[in-house]
């Protein structure tokens, strides 16, 4: 996997500096980052503070932990009923 260069709290000063009304073009060479990048960046975390950041973060690991747990019980439940329907 991909490592991530940038944390939480650095995306979210970037977008605060951007709000302020430094220049995009500034910033993006400032920061070392692409133009799609920013843009990127403010679609997902637009308005947030960092630690509702963080928070939103962490409800999507968990959501994603809970997803495939279900996906794992359910398909321990079909082999179940397999096995039971192929014994009566």
């Known amino acids: 996997m991909k490592r991530k260069r940038f944390s939480v ?7 605060k500096q951007a709000e302020v009304g430094v220049p995009v073009a500034e910033l ?3 920061v070392g980052i692409s133009e799609q990048t920013l843009y990127r ?3 997902q975390y637009k308005g947030l503070e960092t630690d509702q950041v963080r928070q939103f973060k962490q409800l999507q690991e968990e ?8 996906a794992e019980l359910t398909l321990d439940k079909v082999m179940l009923q397999d096995v039971l329907a192929k014994k009566l």
Do not use: D, T, Y
């Open 9 to 15: 709290e650095q995306i979210v000063a970037v977008l």
């Open 28 to 30: 993006i060479r400032q």
């Open 41 to 43: 960046w403010k679609k």
């Open 63 to 70: 959501n994603g932990r809970l997803k495939r747990l279900v």
